[in-house]
T-cell receptor
Framework: KAGVTQTPRYLIKTRGQQVTLSCSPI?????VSWYQQTPGQGLQFLFE???????NKGNFPGRFSGRQFSNSRSEMNVSTLELGDSALYLC??????????????FGPGTRLTVL | AQSVTQLGSHVSVSEGALVLLRCNYS??????LFWYVQYPNQGLQLLLK????ATLVKGINGFEAEFKKSETSFHLTKPSAHMSDAAEYFC?????????????WGLGTSLAVNP
């Protein structure tokens, strides 16, 4: 069974630009969660989608948005990039909602660098 | 508020020594508890989890953790550290959020194993 895939793996952007990251969950998984990981802040939850609906949201500004398609693939978008958005963005999928008993399966992440 | 505290952002042990990574939590309901590991340049993977039943949980790579309700702890241990255990370890707690459960993450503990 293929794991969670994220594209692209590396991305360099400049301040003010926008970026779209993609995540393909494990086949059959309906929940996709997004996280931002930075050395100083650890793993911070962005949002979770389940069956195309946003079910949970973290404390990030509106510049961060996401969506989920009918095949469970998900995208997240960051508009008007800031230097502080430089981070590893991780996607995780699970059968049920995150927070349930099920394990989350993580992709390798997209490393975003904002110059 | 629900929270997860991982004591010690950096832990260093010698090869063959006991590994003890601490996790304390606060939860408004019986929690589901997880330990994840992140090797360099990879996503996270599940080490072990507690949902119900036996409070001593065994995971992959020789790790185990014990759920102690009275101490609100879920510490991770391994009797003998191996060089390959060097990684970032995250504790997570599933707690109630409205009608759903939500995952709360600790900030992580970086484990170094010295030869």
């Amino acid at each position: 069974k293929a794991g969670v895939t994220q594209t692209p793996r590396y991305l360099i952007k400049t301040r003010g630009q926008q970026v779209t990251l993609s995540c393909s969950p494990i086949s059959g998984h309906r929940s996709v969660s997004w996280y931002q990981q930075t050395p100083g802040q650890g793993l911070q939850f962005l949002f979770e989608y389940f069956s195309e609906t946003q079910r949970n949201k973290g404390n990030f500004p509106g510049r961060f948005s996401g969506r989920q398609f009918s095949n469970s693939r998900s995208e997240m978008n960051v508009s008007t990039l800031e230097l502080g958005d430089s981070a590893l963005y991780l996607c995780a999928s699970s059968l049920a909602l995150a927070g349930a008993r099920d394990e989350q399966f993580f992709g390798p992440g997209t490393r975003l660098t904002v110059l | 508020a629900q929270s997860v505290t991982q004591l010690g952002s950096h832990v260093s042990v010698s090869e063959g020594a006991l590994v003890l990574l601490r996790c304390n939590y606060s939860s408004s309901v019986p929690p589901y508890l997880f330990w994840y590991v992140q090797y360099p340049n990879q996503g996270l993977q599940l080490l072990l989890k507690y949902t119900t039943g036996a409070t001593l949980v065994k995971g992959i790579n020789g790790f185990e953790a014990e759920f102690k309700k009275s101490e609100t702890s879920f510490h991770l241990t391994k009797p003998s550290a191996h060089m390959s255990d060097a990684a970032e370890y995250f504790c997570a707690v599933s707690d109630k959020a409205g009608n759903n459960r939500k995952l709360i993450w600790g900030l992580g503990t970086s484990l170094a194993v010295n030869p």
